[in-house]
């Protein structure tokens, strides 16, 4: 993903190896296979608390973050065949102090992923929501 293209606008293959993600109340073109709630902080905390989450993940490291499109990119690894999958965040602002996500991950090789982007994804929320309310 470039750092001018927003997710918001992203085109999805036919094939089942990607899942789309985005909080309520964020409008994409693309259909979104599950949505989030948003989250009471700014823009600029979720994405520090998203990049740092996300990047602390098993088999993951960030491969971009450009904080003037609040947008980041990872690459994750998958254990047993070490195939590669790349997954983008976008922080979008809510306004009044409120802020929401939309995250696309999506395999590079192969027709079906077997749910493992969205199994990530799901993880990867799990685990941010347990950190937003810690902190």
Known sequence: MSGTESLKTIQR???PNSAFFASEGVETQAEVDERLPQF???????LSCAVEVFGAQKNTRTTNRDESVKQASFVCTTPLLRFKDDVDLEVVSM???RAGII???????????????RKRLAHWVEQLNHNVKKA
């Open 103 to 117: 995250l696309f991950s999506r395999s590079r090789v192969g027709y079906s992923d077997l749910g493992t982007n």
């Open 95 to 97: 306004g009044e102090g």
């Open 40 to 46: 009471d902080m700014s823009a600029d905390d979720l």
């Open 13 to 15: 293959s036919p094939k």
